[in-house]
């Protein structure tokens, strides 16, 4: 016998409760429980009882000597911390057509050529569909098997007859279980499909890639336990209007979850950028007004980004702000340091800041490229086109030392800056062919910044 019952469970997390609530007490969103009904069978036989895995202690435990299997894609392999872990299981989430699929084909081709066995399962597309990217990719698909199947029961069966190292999944919105009371792509059927593969990739030791769909909010959809039962969580960004892509990894149980991978879609699919920190300096002119270039860290590399930011008087009562690529709590943190300790009438203009290139900047080090930028639109005066700024902004104007200067300051001499603004605190060696300037406040730094004379007395903003 089955007994069915109801309850409500929060799309975005997955909390389930006996009663609607209007906001999750789990991940705080509102409106987002629904009513289900759970059928559990009553009367069920005790299970057989099953050997317990006794404690060990840790002092006698020996680590285990695991192989990353490397690629030959550079770019991949940082993100995931120098390679793919035996027995991981790897999610990659991203909006339609962004390249997810791509980009995985391409990585079970470089396992595939390196003598390894790969399945590719499709729940979106034919055989046929998949052979024709291949094509275009030129992949020969030698050791590359590929299924199109949604019955998770009956991918896990050939996938023990396969034995293979690698698995790709896409989508985990489109598997499900047969034996649950639900549609795929549903919070239950997600949830157990990602821990039934879970379970077969520690059991067997081969990795498994899954794919996920994101919600319009950026985030991938479903529940958010899904992002906890995996190894790995990547997110694929750009823009559909860019050539270039960005994979980052926000968790890593095997490596750094600061590093990027930089990719660039063309016809033959998605190639590595070399030098990226060239790549978003490309289109920038000189003497251009309203621009300033800093350094950022994404994991170990320092990229150079060019800042854009537009101050124009505003038409209605409340000036607006916009953020595009920054943080848009630190942006107006700075636009208020500007106007109390500059004396500028930023009260009454709008102002849009936007990082070029379609990444985006969340550490403070970039503060003093985004209050260049916004004063150099302001005051209608470009900054030197050879200057790069790094610094962290205070409340009272002062600039903060950042980690890893030098790394940063290396970069930028590669590249042909002359001029660097950094905090005069900073504890830093002269970098071969770029000046460095010591400042202590804002205030100082866009003085230098737009006159290129440093002067104690005279103000540019009187």
């Known amino acids: 016998m089955e007994k069915s019952r109801r309850v409500y ?46 404690a060990a202690e840790l002092s006698s435990l020996h680590p285990a000597e695991t ?9 991949f392999n940082r993100v995931l911390g120098g390679g793919i872990v035996p027995g991981s299981l790897m999610l990659l989430g991203g909006e339609p057509g962004i390249g997810k699929s791509t980009l995985l084909l391409q990585v079970a081709a470089s396992i595939a050529q390196s003598g390894g066995k790969v399945v590719y399962v499709s729940g979106e597309e034919n ?44 989508s985990i919105q489109t598997v499900f279980l047969p034996e649950l009371e639900a549609a795929p792509g549903a919070i239950n059927q997600v949830r157990e499909s990602a821990l039934r593969l879970m379970q077969w990739a520690k ?23 899904l992002e906890h039962i995996v190894d790995v969580v990547m997110y694929f960004e ?7 892509r960005l994979v980052r990894s926000v968790k890593n149980r095997f490596g750094s979850t600061n590093e990027v991978g930089i990719f660039e879609m ?3 699919g998605l190639v590595e950028v070399a030098n990226p920190s060239q790549i978003f ?82 550490e403070p080090a970039a503060d003093l490229a985004i209050a260049l930028a916004i004063a150099s639109s302001y005051r ?28 940063r300051l290396s970069e930028a001499s590669r590249l042909g800056f002359k001029r660097a603004l950094v905090p005069a605190g900073a504890n830093c060696h002269n970098v071969h062919n770029i000046q460095i300037i010591p400042v202590s406040t804002v205030k100082e730094a866009v003085k230098l910044a737009l006159t290129g004379v440093k002067t104690e007395t005279e103000d540019v903003f009187e």
């Open 203 to 225: 059991s067997s030791g081969a990795s498994v890639f899954i794919t996920a769909h994101v919600t319009k909010e950026g985030n991938i959809a479903g529940p958010r336990i």
């Open 67 to 75: 192989t990353r299997r490397s690629l030959s894609i550079s770019e």
């Open 127 to 170: 055989p046929a569909q998949i052979k024709m990217r291949a094509q275009r990719l030129g992949i020969s698909g030698e050791g590359l098997f590929l299924m199109a199947e949604t019955d998770l029961n009956a991918i896990l069966a050939q996938l023990s007859v396969l034995c293979p190292s690698l698995v790709v999944i896409d």
């Open 266 to 268: 063309k016809s033959e």
């Open 238 to 244: 750009g823009e559909s209007q860019s050539a270039y």
């Open 9 to 54: 469970v929060c799309s975005n997390c997955g909390r389930e409760s006996l009663k609607w609530l209007g906001r999750c007490p789990a991940c705080q969103e509102w409106n987002t429980f629904e009513e289900k009904t759970v059928v559990s069978p009553i009367g069920r036989k005790s299970e057989p009882a099953r050997v317990i895995s006794p």
């Open 380 to 407: 209608d005066t470009g900054v030197c086109p050879e200057t790069i700024a790094l610094g962290e902004i205070g409340l009272s104007g002062e600039l903060r030392t950042i980690p890893h200067l030098e790394r």
């Open 281 to 362: 300096l490309s289109n920038r002119q000189a003497n251009t007004v309203g621009s300033a270039v800093t350094a950022v860290l994404e994991g170990s590399r320092p990229l150079l980004v060019e800042v854009q930011a537009l101050t124009n008087t505003t038409s209605f009562g409340q000036p607006r702000r916009t953020a595009n690529g920054v943080d848009f709590n630190r942006t107006l943190m700075i636009a208020a340091v500007l106007s109390k300790r500059l004396s500028m009438r930023l009260g009454t203009q709008d102002i849009i800041v936007n990082a070029t290139g379609g990444i985006r900047l969340d």
